[in-house]
T-cell receptor, first 115, second 110 residues
Framework: EAGVVQSPRYKIIEKKQPVAFWCNPI?????LYWYRQNLGQGPELLIR????????DSQLPKDRFSAERLKGVDSTLKIQPAELGDSAVYLC?????????????FGSGTRLTVV | DAKTTQPPSMDCAEGRAANLPCNHS???????VYWYRQIHSQGPQYIIH???NNETNEMASLIITEDRKSSTLILPHATLRDTAVYYC???????????FGAGTRLFVKA
């Protein structure tokens, strides 16, 4: 099993440019999460999907961030335009269910640097 | 979901047991205690979880107090490779408000 696959691994862009991150969760995992992790801090939830439906996006800065999971499998997170403060590691995670007895599997993340 | 409190850092000698505490005094009855760890430049890795009973797997043991307000993750024989940030989180049904704190940075020293 490949685990949660994210790409790219690293991305450097200039401010005001757009950027997109891709995530392929573990096969059969209906729930997908995007997290942002700033240096020295724990991950912060941005958005949660149940299949193709975004059921919790309250922490997503909707003026510049968007996400989609069209067929309920892989997902894309986009930032447009990027700002210097968006520099962080963007993590994708998936789980079989949102039930408390199901843990998350995280990908390796995309490290974004905005210059 | 309940918040957790962990010490910011701990040291452990290689080969000794590492005992990482976590306080979750506001945990509710249907919330599980989870432990993850994050090695530099990688995503968090699942270690173990439990509801009421103590749990053990090939990586670690989890001891949950009877009142469930705190727990301890035990790495029985710490190695240099166990140097990482360890996160204790609580997660109930729904789980969408699961909060990761800053975790405990464990340094295993030779």
């Amino acid at each position: 099993e490949a685990g949660v696959v994210q790409s790219p691994r690293y991305k450097i862009i200039e401010k005001k440019q757009p950027v997109a991150f891709w995530c392929n969760p573990i096969s059969g995992h209906n729930t997908l999460y995007w997290y942002r992790q700033n240096l020295g801090q724990g991950p912060e939830l941005l958005i949660r999907y149940e299949n193709e439906e975004a059921v919790d996006d309250s922490q997503l800065p909707k003026d510049r961030f968007s996400a989609e999971r069209l067929k309920g499998v892989d997902s894309t997170l986009k930032i447009q335009p990027a700002e210097l403060g968006d520099s962080a590691v963007y993590l994708c995670a998936s789980s079989l269910s949102t039930g408390g007895n199901y843990g998350y599997t995280f990908g390796s993340g995309t490290r974004l640097t905005v210059v | 979901d309940a918040k957790t409190t962990q010490p910011p850092s701990m040291d452990c000698a290689e080969g000794r047991a590492a005992n990482l505490p976590c306080n979750h005094s506001t945990i509710s009855g249907n919330e599980y205690v989870y432990w993850y760890r994050q090695i530099h430049s990688q995503g968090p890795q699942y270690i173990i979880h439990g509801l009421k009973n103590n749990e053990t797997n090939e990586m670690a043991s989890l001891i949950i107090t009877e009142d469930r307000k705190s727990s301890t993750l035990i790495l029985p024989h710490a190695t240099l490779r166990d140097t990482a940030v360890y996160y204790c989180i609580v997660r109930g049904t729904g789980g969408f408000k699961t909060i990761f704190g800053a975790g405990t940075r464990l340094f295993v020293k030779a």
